[in-house]
């Protein structure tokens, strides 16, 4: 398959087009589950499947010692001839392959994973029909959207069609996602697929890179072999360890936490967890908005709710702020006026009055006069699909049903405006509308069971709704004014360098973390991992800073395995994307060190989850986005072909996945660690041999079907000899809908 050589010089960043010679960039692979009975071994080299290839290479990443690079990097165009054979045209990608390179002008030199480590990668093809915009993480918690994520921006692709695009091409997708195998197991893990099935994509034309080094370069030991640099005292590593400390991300002293109790109120029953004493239940209730001039008083009384309570009656001029140090009082609430006010970034201000007795709901909105603003009620992100209140430049108010990051739709008028007035330019408008929703889309109101009322706000550039310029979100809290709202401690929050921390760690049966009280979890007890990891920061003591003016420049290199598209019999097939985490959904979990008594041979620590096929399935169309693994109408499961493990070095010791209803060991990952110091074989860092399923003329077993109902069980093992940060226990998976 003869061809000419091109080179392309894009942005600084060099792709490159080579057919004259075909061979797999990284050498051969391994897969986990061969069919020992098949008559022939499976193979992973990608010259032996009818394939051309194309390189692409990353802007360059610079790095110096100590230092996390996890950013979104300027796209990079594929290459011209690439682009012109594809255009309106779909593409068959059957595999890649992923290095660290120095480029010189004596060609690539991969860089060994001792300088650099590759923590994990998340990169996107898109085409004519797709593109990648900037978005708030918030609104992306949920397909159909393929993300480049960084902890401080995140980057999605939104795929659409043309008029006049032809029909075949609708359940084509624009834009494909790679990421399998994806951290430091990324060089000698196989990312291809059995013959015939593929990530198809449509009239492609450019690479999207979010990946996030670190850099564990000693500078001042040329190797081969591994001597770390200083480290922190926050490292874990032991003396003489294979691998930096570096890369476990460790909270070092140049982190600034700031932790801090939050307070809710409660209209109905009692707190879970109480205000222990005076002097905490009167700044929790500052801290929920009760006016400033209460009056507080600590008592013990048997006809008021036990701990922090608000008091109040439409009467009172001033509320009053209760401690009850009686164990035995009354429940909360008991009435039916509440009130309740908050802001979102000192633009735009809510107001609610609620009267459950007459059903009526008066709602004052605050906020900049000549443009639009508005409101989006009971949701902390667009994702939440709230109901919203928006009041344009001039006044007029409509009311509509969110979409995620999309303005939804419209729909009909339950409010009436009671007053409209602007004062030094900022708008009050008073509106009046039932408690209950008129249709299922019209937010109800239910202060005895929701009185902590989160909401969102955004402002415009100009007066009619459009994209918002600001936006925001806040918790209303509604106080009872005719009973006792119950003030309740609801748990620790914090930031971590001003950032702040959120956790999603579920309790069985779905994951361990919750049970285990895994330190990942809380911000009080966070101590390393991807928190302590952002771009830029260094990963060392404040009093450590050598090698400051020495960087090391490099490219992530990537090699895409291509065919042209066959729709006809024996056609390509597509294969969905689908997902899990073993620490749901924490994304990370530290390793503890072993008991004392632990002999070294068990040291072994363990995490599991339980959940079902269709929970990792998103039904929307597969043309639309890459997570979509389309509808369900017709379908009763699914064909699992390939099956990626994600964890890391130097502690991971087994992952597995077991059908759970007939206890069959679908894939199981040991990991093949290195014991040298050539490149692909570091000492102590690994390679992860994916599962596949395909055909025994290929040497493999038939595909595994799974139905929608199936039960599934990961079980995540590490050593834990030592302690360690930040581990993953990640399924990347592909198969088919049948």
Known sequence: ???????????????????????????????????????????????????????????????????????????????????????????????????????????????????????????????????????????????????????????????????????????????????????????????????????????????????????????????????????????????NASYSGLLECPCTDRIKKDIHTVYSVLTKGGCEIAVQNASECFAAARSIGTPANATTQAVSDKSLPSGCSVVRSPEDVVAKVMFNAETHGTSCGGGSLYTGQASVLNKVTMQLDLNSHSNEAKITLTGPDGVWFGVGINAQAMSDLPYAIIVNGSGEVMERKLADHDPGKQIATSVTILSNTVVKGVRTIVLNRTMKGVTADHYTFSPAVESSLPFISAVGSGPAFAYHKFKGAATLSLTALDGATCVCNAGIQGSINGIPFHKDCWDEPKGDLVRQKNPTCWVDTYVGGLRCCHHGW????????????????????????????????????????????????????????????????????????????????????????????????????????????????????????????????????????????EIFNEDGYLALPPCLWGSKEEGLTEPIFLSFDTNLMSIKRNNNTYGHYGDMALWQMRGVLV
């Open 538 to 677: 260094i990963l060392l003591d404040q009093d450590q800073n050598p090698w400051e003016n020495q960087t090391d420049e490099y490219h992530m290199k990537f090699r895409f395995w291509f065919q042209e598209y066959n729709p006809e019999e024996p056609k390509h097939e597509n294969l969905v994307r689908i997902f899990w985490e073993t620490e749901v959904w924490s994304t990370e979990y530290d390793i503890p060190i072993k008991q004392p008594d632990v002999m070294p041979e068990d040291a072994l620590h363990e995490i599991q989850s339980h959940w079902k096929v269709g929970d990792m399935l998103h039904d929307c169309d597969p043309g639309s986005a890459f997570d979509c693994t389309g509808p369900r109408t017709n379908k009763t499961g699914i064909n699992l072909i390939y099956a990626g493990g994600h964890c890391h070095a130097p502690s991971c010791y087994t992952m597995e996945l077991w059908n759970a209803d007939n206890g069959q060991l679908l894939c199981r990952h040991d990991p093949i660690y290195g014991n040298g110091t």
């Open 1 to 239: 398959m003869a061809a000419v050589s091109v080179f392309f010089l894009l942005a600084g960043v060099v792709s490159i087009v080579r057919t004259a010679e075909l061979r797999n960039m990284n050498g051969l692979y391994e897969i986990a589950n061969p069919n020992h009975c098949a008559g022939s071994a499976f193979s992973t080299d990608f010259s032996e499947k009818n394939a051309e290839y194309f390189d692409v290479y990353s802007p360059p990443i610079t790095t110096r010692y100590g230092e996390v690079f996890w950013t979104y990097l300027p796209p990079v165009s594929l290459p011209d001839d690439i682009v012109k054979r594809f255009a309106n045209k779909t593409m068959a990608i059957i595999g890649t392959e992923v290095d660290q390179v120095f480029v010189t002008k004596d060609g690539d030199v991969s860089v060994p994973i001792t300088w650099a480590y590759n923590h994990h990668y998340v990169t996107t093809m898109t085409g004519s029909r797709s593109k990648v915009v900037r978005a708030d993480p918030k609104d992306y918690l949920n397909p159909p959207y393929s993300t480049l994520y960084t902890h401080t921006d995140t980057f999605v692709s939104e795929d659409f069609v043309e008029e006049g695009d032809p029909p075949e091409i609708a359940d084509i997708p624009k834009s494909q996602h790679f990421m399998e195998n994806n951290g430091g197991e990324f060089r000698k893990s196989f990312h291809g697929y059995p013959t015939g099935y593929i990530q198809a994509i449509y009239s492609p034309d450019t690479f999207h890179y979010s990946v996030m080094q670190i850099d564990t370069h000693n500078r001042d030991h040329p190797g081969p072999d591994f001597v770390a640099g200083p480290l922190p005292k926050a490292s874990q590593a032991p003396p």
